[in-house]
Structure formats: C-alpha cells, structure tokens
C-alpha cells in the first residue's frame, strides 16, 4: 500500500533561517509526489510537484523539495522563511492506479519574527 | 491558472434541510474532480471521486444517499448534503486535475458547513 508520513506534527524556525519539513514515501513504482500549503480557513494552494527528471523541484513562494530515492524522502526546504510561510504543510502521493492523492498527516510550520 | 473556485465558503442551517456546495473550475476543463472533507487539526478525508458525465465512486463509509455528488459539466460539480445533521459539521473541500495537468489536483477554498 502507498503512504507518506510526516514525522513532525510542528517546525519551528526563526524568521530568516533556512526550513525544513520532512516527507517519506513508501509506493510501488516511481512516485508523484506533491506539496501543498493550507492557511486557516482555506483549501490547499499548490506548491510543487515531482514526476520526473531533476530531484531538485522548484516551485512557488521560493520554495524548493529534493526527490531523494535511495531515502524515500521529498522534504521540503525555503532557504531564508518568512513569517507569513507560517502554515499548515500537507505532502502527498498521487496513486497511478486510481489517481487519488494520498495525503500525509500534515505538518505546522510556525515562523517566528 | 488552474483555479478552483467553491461556493458557498461557509453556511448555517437547520438540522434536517439538505445543502447544497458547489465547486468550478475557472479555468480548465476538470475530467475529474474530488471532495475531501477535513476535521479540524486533521488532514483530508477523501468522500468520492466524481468524473464528468459518469456517477460518483464513494469511498468506503460515505453514505451515497447522504452525500449526492454531480459532475454534470467538465467546470461543475456539486455536492449536496442531505437532511444535514450536526455531525456533517465539517470543512468540505474539492479538487479538480484536467487539462495539461492531469496529474495535479487543484483545491478550492473549502466550504465551511454548520449544521444547528
């Protein structure tokens, strides 16, 4: 069965430090893995994606994730954070078979000034 | 692009009458789209997966005839909840892929559902 798993429930970093949240997998096949940021009271707004190619994905808001297939993982890392990146953090696989994404248990990402 | 639009963002009822939560892409054509329904402090529980013109896959342990899911058009989908009560207060949510991104599910911003 496909998972993720997001060991931590809240990350805390100071505003201007480097972030990270982690993400591991477990799929059969090559994965699509997906991040998405939820602020209060809304849906997911879409941050980056990995199919295929470069491990290294750009994406939205100066945030960047790292395809690592020897660990399983895709973390998502923001060299220098911002207060207003402070949010709910969500990585996910899309399984093939029935295109339905699988969602991690989502990780809060507090930024302080 | 690929924005997802919902409504009603939020709405309050009486326990007993049915609500209606409609979800459009803007601007793509969805082939599929998908309602979550989130609790508070949790992640997304998927309800069904709906593709235009065909009935609705549930997954297991939503109710069909509770959660009516149409997907009549390739931009609308709507998803009704019937004789609403209190324990279907929740944060429903869909998403829509289509297009040149197939593969990525774009959200809208969530309907926020009180049922007195």
């Known amino acids: 069965a496909q998972s993720v798993a997001q060991p931590e429930d809240q990350v805390n970093v100071a505003e201007g430090n480097p972030l990270t949240v982690k993400c591991t997998y477990s799929?059969?096949?090559?994965?699509?893995l997906f991040w998405y940021v939820q602020y209060p009271n809304r849906g997911l707004q879409f941050l980056l994606k990995y199919i295929t190619g470069d491990n290294l994905v750009k994406g939205s808001y100066g945030f960047e994730a790292e395809f690592n297939k020897s660990q399983t993982s895709f973390h998502l890392k923001k060299p220098s954070a911002l207060v207003s990146d402070s949010a709910l953090y969500f990585c996910?696989?899309?399984?093939?078979?029935?295109?339905?994404?699988?969602f991690g248990t989502g990780t809060r990402l507090q930024v302080f000034p | 692009g690929a924005v997802v639009s919902q409504h009603p963002s939020w709405v309050i009822c009486k326990s007993g009458t049915s609500v209606k939560i409609e979800c459009r892409s803007l601007?793509?054509?969805?082939?599929?789209m998908f309602w979550y329904r989130q609790f508070p402090k949790q992640s997304l529980m998927l309800m069904a997966t709906?593709?235009?013109?065909?009935?609705?896959?549930?997954e297991q342990g939503v109710e069909k005839d509770k959660f009516l899911i149409n997907h009549a058009s390739l931009t609308l989908s709507t998803l009704t909840v019937t004789s609403a009560h209190p324990e279907d207060s929740s944060f429903y949510i869909c998403?829509?892929?289509?297009?040149?991104?197939?593969?990525?599910?774009?959200f809208g911003p969530g309907t926020r559902l009180l049922v007195l």
């Open positions: 601007d793509f054509q969805a082939t599929t």
């Open positions: 709906s593709n235009e013109g065909s009935k609705a896959t549930y």
């Open positions: 996910a696989v899309r399984d093939i078979s029935t295109d339905k994404l699988i």
């Open positions: 998403s829509a892929s289509g297009g040149a991104n197939q593969e990525t599910q774009y």
């Open positions: 799929v059969s096949g090559n994965p699509y």
